[in-house]
């Protein structure tokens, strides 16, 4: 299943390289932090990787053993957008973070993915966990670097959205353990909150 995941994986990140190879070293991260037979696991990602990975050098890069090329993908990776410097986009940014309704309402939802992974019990889990939090981490910072083009979040803000009821049962079931008075099953809250956000984004859309 890991050498499928990594296919999987790799033809991601060769559809659009300029966003999805963070994926490479969010999956490097989630993986060690499970820290079981997390070599093992890394290396079969890895392989399942490399046949996307190899078709992308020999069909899109031409040159592979020339140094001039990979340089160029590099100062493309280093500013990709040209004039403004990067620091001065990333002020720019954060600036203007409390402006933005999608940052806000995100980076709400991102805090209970992560209060949710304290209790996290399967290892499957856990990975995905590890994989959303660290990817969207990554695709912040690089969302930041740039001149606020909020796509770069796009792929952070589904994985947050496709894991969120997951995140809200779990919480709701730890404040019904707390709570055992309450009448109310806590399935009927998160599935309740969960309703609600969907109607809610389906207003907003």
């Not at 990140?13 to 969010?26: D, G, Q």
């Not at 070599?39 to 031409?62: D, H, K, Y």
């Not at 952070?156 to 099953?185: C, D, M, T, V, W």
Request: aromatic share 22%.
């Amino acid at each position: 299943s890991n050498y499928w995941a990594g296919l999987l994986f790799g033809l991601a990140v060769v559809t659009k390289p300029s966003n999805f190879l963070l994926i490479v070293p969010a999956i490097a991260v989630a993986i060690y932090l499970n820290k079981d037979r997390s070599a093992s696991n890394l290396l079969r990602v890895t392989l399942g990787m490399l046949p996307a990975a190899v078709a992308w050098i020999i069909l899109v890069i031409g040159e592979p053993f020339n140094e001039s090329v990979w340089l160029s993908i590099g100062d493309f990776y280093k500013n990709p957008y040209g004039g403004a410097e990067t620091l001065s986009y990333v002020s720019d940014n954060l600036a203007n973070f409390f402006y933005s309704p999608t940052l806000i309402y995100f980076s709400i939802l991102f805090f209970i993915v992560c209060f949710a992974r304290y209790w996290v019990g399967e290892d499957d889990l856990k990975f995905f966990y590890n994989f959303t939090i660290v990817y969207t981490i990554f695709a912040f910072a690089y969302y930041l670097k740039s001149p606020g083009w909020l796509r770069y979040i796009l792929v952070a803000e589904i994985l947050i959205l496709y894991i969120l009821p997951s995140a809200l049962f779990i919480l709701f079931q730890k404040i019904g353990e707390h709570y055992q008075n309450l009448r109310i099953s806590y399935k009927y809250i998160a599935t309740a909150a969960v309703l609600f956000l969907f109607f809610t984004q389906l207003f907003h859309f």
